[in-house]
């Protein structure tokens, strides 16, 4: 089985520290205490694209990945541990097949985030 784009990005977490791995190169990290909004996007590409994109605030940076990331179910589960974050809304997103935003987590003013 080919793999899918998605994969070549790699999650790890340790801690309180999460880091993500992106295929050119760069990556992303911060403190699991510092993510302030969890927002997951959907839409109508899939099964063809990405269909899932999350979306974190991280001391004011955007950080986003897309779902199909290696490791990305150990962030999943440190996110759930985080005050405040609405696994309802995780479950409401996985079924969507439409153009939406979810909020699972929001801490920050909304002109902040």
Same mark, same amino acid.
């Given at each position: 089985? =080919?793999?899918?784009?998605? /994969?070549?990005?790699?999650?790890?977490? /340790?801690?309180?520290?999460?880091? $993500?791995?992106?295929?050119?190169?760069? =990556?992303?990290? !911060?403190?699991?205490?510092?993510?302030?909004?969890?927002?997951? /996007?959907? %839409?109508?590409?899939?099964?063809?694209?990405?269909?899932?994109?999350?979306?974190?605030?991280?001391?004011?940076?955007?950080?986003?990945?897309?779902?199909?990331?290696?490791?990305? !179910?150990?962030?999943? /589960?440190?996110?759930? #541990?985080?005050? !405040?974050?609405? %696994?309802?809304?995780? $479950?409401?997103?996985?079924?969507?097949?439409?153009?939406?935003?979810?909020?699972?987590?929001?801490?920050? #003013?909304?002109?902040?985030?």
């Amino acid at each position: 089985m =080919t793999p899918q784009p998605e /994969e070549s990005v790699v999650i790890t977490v /340790e801690g309180d520290r999460f880091t $993500i791995a992106y295929p050119n190169g760069r =990556t992303e990290s !911060g403190a699991l205490s510092s993510v302030t909004d969890v927002a997951i /996007e959907t %839409n109508d590409t899939g099964p063809f694209g990405s269909d899932v994109i999350w979306h974190l605030n991280v001391d004011g940076r955007l950080v986003s990945y897309a779902q199909g990331a290696t490791g990305e !179910g150990a962030l999943l /589960e440190a996110l759930q #541990r985080l005050p !405040g974050f609405d %696994n309802e809304a995780v $479950i409401e997103a996985m079924g969507c097949t439409d153009n939406a935003l979810f909020i699972a987590l929001r801490t920050s #003013r909304p002109d902040s985030a």
